[in-house]
């Protein structure tokens, strides 16, 4: 009695995990598909990553400090009006304005306060021009022109390394789907072999244990297309990422299943790669920097002139004497009447400058010496993986030629054993290798062309020619 309840219960877990396994393949037949080729998924991927964009605009924002070092260039030209309305009295002492506003109001010294008031104007053109920096605003143009090509290297790393994520992504969800393909075909393997075991076992031909038997192998059958089906929406949701859309179902191209590369070397060398190529600017960046604070303790060579003119409602003669000597009309007051200009070259060097930015120069030094040494390690990298990605190549195409020999093999013998066992030539055990056999062949047979595209794609994204890899497939 206990063992027939403890069957009923296995049968009925079994069917509701077909059923909960069918009405996901439902909902996925449900939902639409959405097609993309693996080439049309690396552009989308490149235009919309976000990433990408934000490194764009930092590419951007260094144009346009590049543009605005170089108008440092330009002279200084201010000009200034000013019409005032105020008091004129004058006295002797010192006196410091610190922090606060002064005034400019000259007049002669009167015995007692004076509160005769009249309008007054000043204008001001004044420019300076320092003509010569002693390379000073050289340098930092070139730190400036250093940092667009960093942020650019930097842009185009990005590109390049997301093409690289994009394409192993479509492949690895490539597989995930095939695998998804194995495993029902798997099931369905299982499940006619239970069907046959049952009606065997009913009959008598067979020994009950061969049901249980059966039964465990469709149960774990069944367990492992929904695995399968977990990494079909893991990798849905790694490549919706990439390509910044809305995890969904993807209708990729399953000609690279059956397909394999024919080209596999390049003339690209390893210092073309844009991620050598960022280190190398980083480098430079860091080089440039070291010369702006070098060259920032350098004096400098300016050129100035000043044009003044000012206008008072107080006459010249206006003194203690002669108090009534000046006019509230205003336009007296802003009419100029006195002018005077300068011209002249002024040097200027901080003396003590070199103490400052010695210090400065040797740490930057320093800190392109630690990008030079970045940059030495990934070129090592890069190496290594381009004799790593040369084997896997070899490897795989070697699998890929076994492939169909293990496939048809496997193919021959549970075809075997299966007329066997109906015929009661064999046990179950027999037939139940085989079916594995064949399952392995299978799952071999889905990856076998992947890992031929895939070693490729590690020798597109170590020599940086990533052309080698998507011109094959188009």
Avoid: C
Wanted: proline share 3%; no cysteine.
């Amino acid at each position: 009695m206990t063992s027939t309840k403890r069957t009923s219960v296995s049968y009925a877990s079994f069917y509701i995990l077909i059923l909960i396994v069918a009405a996901s393949l439902f909902a996925q037949a449900q939902s639409p598909a959405a097609q993309i080729s693996l080439p049309d998924a690396v552009d989308q991927g490149v235009a919309g990553f976000e990433r990408i964009r934000a490194k764009q605009h930092y590419y951007q924002a260094s144009v346009a400090l590049s543009r605005n070092t170089r108008n440092e260039y330009l002279p200084n030209v201010i000009a200034s009006a000013q019409q005032a309305y105020g008091t004129v009295n004058g006295q002797f002492g010192p006196a410091g304005a610190i922090g606060v506003l002064g005034l400019s109001s000259a007049g002669p010294p009167f015995g007692t306060e004076s509160w005769n008031a009249a309008f007054g104007a000043l204008y001001i053109l004044n420019t300076n021009w320092e003509v010569f920096s002693f390379g000073r605003l050289k340098s930092r143009i070139a730190l400036a022109d250093a940092q667009v090509r960093q942020d650019s290297a930097d842009l185009l790393q990005e590109q390049f390394q997301h093409r690289v994520r994009v394409a192993s992504a479509y492949l690895n969800l490539l597989v995930a789907q095939r695998f998804v393909r194995n495993a029902q075909s798997n099931l369905d393997r299982a499940e006619a072999v239970r069907q046959n075991v049952r009606a065997r076992v009913l009959s008598g031909l067979n020994p009950g244990v061969d049901s249980s038997l059966a039964n465990a192998d469709a149960s774990r059958a069944r367990i492992a297309l929904v695995d399968m089906q977990n990494n079909v929406l893991q990798g849905s949701q790694d490549l919706a990422v990439m390509l910044n859309v809305v995890a969904t179902q993807f209708a990729l191209d399953t000609t690279f299943l059956d397909k394999i590369p024919v080209e596999f070397e390049t003339t690209a060398e390893i210092s073309d790669n844009p991620q050598s190529r960022f280190y190398a600017a980083r480098i430079s960046q860091a080089q440039h920097a070291a010369i702006v604070a070098r060259r920032s303790m350098l004096p400098g060579l300016t050129l100035f002139g000043i044009y003044q003119a000012r206008a008072s409602g107080f006459q010249y003669n206006y003194t203690p004497q002669f108090p009534e000597r000046y006019s509230q009309s205003y336009l007296e007051g802003i009419n100029p009447s006195r002018h005077n200009y300068v011209a002249g070259f002024s040097i200027f060097w901080n003396l003590l400058s070199p103490l400052r930015v010695k210090q400065q120069a040797r740490a930057q030094e320093f800190v392109a010496e630690g990008f030079r040494n970045e940059y030495n390690l990934v070129n090592t990298q890069l190496q290594n993986q381009v004799l790593v990605s040369d084997q896997r190549i070899a490897n795989s195409l070697r699998s890929a030629r076994e492939v169909p020999q293990q496939f048809q093999a496997a193919s021959d013998a549970y075809l075997q054993k299966s007329v066997l066992y109906k015929n009661g030539l064999t046990n179950l055990p027999d037939l139940q290798l085989a079916m594995y056999a064949l399952n392995r062949a299978e799952l071999d047979r889905s990856v076998a062309f992947i890992n031929v595209w895939q070693a490729l794609l590690l020798k597109a994204a170590a020599t940086g020619d990533f052309d080698l890899f998507i011109n094959q497939a188009q």
